[in-house]
């Protein structure tokens, strides 16, 4: 079992920047490739960015690309995921997924391909 917990979401004008956090305990963190996700009303939820084990490989929706950064704390347990240049069509719910892998190089960018998930953290951008 892994349990995820993401923070740092709010409410930020266009042009503003995030950083959220999803922090993870249960089983270990480093044999996780992680991501994140995000859900907005009426919208079924969509890849926003992957990371792999060791953190050296990552993925990007093409609507963030530029824009976000995902990295990740193994000593931590934790990944973030850093937001600049905020538009109004990022607001959503924010989720950190992970999944358990044995290869250090492999992410995932299907939202089946997860395992767990947290609970979600409020991302609103005004215009």
């Known amino acids: 079992q892994v349990q995820l917990v993401e923070s740092g979401g709010g409410l930020v004008q266009a042009g503003g920047s995030l950083r959220l956090s999803c922090a993870a305990s249960g089983r270990t963190f480093s044999n996780c490739a992680m991501g994140w996700f995000r859900q907005a009303p009426g919208k079924e939820r969509e890849f926003v960015s992957a990371i792999s084990r060791s953190g050296g490989s990552t993925n990007y929706a093409d609507a963030v690309k530029g824009r976000f950064t995902i990295s990740r704390d193994n000593a931590k347990n934790t990944i973030y995921l850093q937001m600049n240049s905020l538009k109004p069509e990022d607001t959503a719910v924010y989720y950190c997924?992970?999944?358990?892998?044995?290869?250090?190089?492999?992410?995932?960018?299907?939202?089946?391909?997860?395992?767990?998930w947290g609970q979600g953290t409020q991302v609103t951008v005004s215009s």
């Open positions: 997924a992970a999944r358990p892998v044995l290869s250090r190089n492999y992410y995932e960018t299907r939202t089946s391909g997860y395992d767990y």
